[in-house]
T-cell receptor, first 114, second 113 residues
Framework: AQSVAQPEDQVNVAEGNPLTVKCTYS??????LFWYVQYPNRGLQFLLK??????LVKGSYGFEAEFNKSQTSFHLKKPSALVSDSALYFC????????????FGTGTRLKVLA | EAQVTQNPRYLITVTGKKLTVTCSQN?????MSWYRQDPGLGLRQIYY???????DKGDVPEGYKVSRKEKRNFPLILESPSPNQTSLYFC????????????FGPGTRLTVT
């Protein structure tokens, strides 16, 4: 069965420093992976996705993610964090082919300190 | 403006009183889905629909019903709400040509007492 894990409930980083939010996955077949962000009192917004191709995926707001098949990971990264990046981040994996099932992680709260 | 709307945004109700949360999208999307968000559990999919009259269960469908009679609407029905259905609910939609990117509504905070 497909699953996704976000091992950190919270990540703190100083403004201007690089940030990493971790995600590992378990799927049968090729993984379709996503990152979403949730700002306070808002719905989720799509950041980026990996379907196939280049292992480094670039997305919105300067975020990128690195797909690593051998480590079954899809970590979210940004070279220089902003205070406005503080939010709740979710990793997600698409379910079995032929369905519209999605499995989300438990979320990681990112706090960027000024 | 392309958007997913949900109503109501906030609802407090009592156990057993039937309720419906509406979801509508104006992007002509084929795919729609309902999620609930609970602290420590992330988002869990309740039901999804791949097109009109085509619905299927997600991971936590118990206690919920859905229907997809029109492409733009995907209401979530709680026939007999219970306190364990107190949660934040999100509707999402996605295009068939870009099936992987979901657009989320603003959420409905439901409290069942």
């Amino acid at each position: 069965a497909q699953s996704v894990a976000q091992p950190e409930d919270q990540v703190n980083v100083a403004e201007g420093n690089p940030l990493t939010v971790k995600c590992t996955y378990s799927v049968s077949g090729n993984p379709y992976l996503f990152w979403y962000v949730q700002y306070p009192n808002r719905g989720l917004q799509f950041l980026l996705k990996y379907i196939t191709g280049d292992n480094l995926v670039k997305g919105s707001y300067g975020f990128e993610a690195e797909f690593n098949k051998s480590q079954t990971s899809f970590h979210l990264k940004k070279p220089s964090a902003l205070v406005s990046d503080s939010a709740l981040y979710f990793c997600a994996v698409r379910g079995p082919a032929g369905t519209y099932k999605y499995i989300f992680g438990t979320g990681t709260r990112l706090k960027v300190l000024a | 403006e392309a958007q997913v709307t949900q109503n109501p945004r906030y609802l407090i109700t009592v156990t057993g009183k039937k309720l419906t949360v509406t979801c509508s999208q104006n992007m002509n999307h084929e795919y729609m889905s309902w999620y609930r968000q609970d602290p420590g559990l992330g988002l869990r999919q309740i039901y999804y629909s791949m097109n009109v009259e085509v619905t299927d269960k997600g991971d936590v469908p118990e206690g919920y019903k859905v229907s997809r009679k029109e492409k733009r609407n995907f209401p979530l029905i709680l026939e007999s709400p219970s306190p364990n259905q107190t949660s934040l609910y999100f509707c999402a939609s996605s295009s068939g040509t870009s099936v992987y990117e979901q657009y989320f509504g603003p959420g409905t905070r439901l409290t069942v007492t």
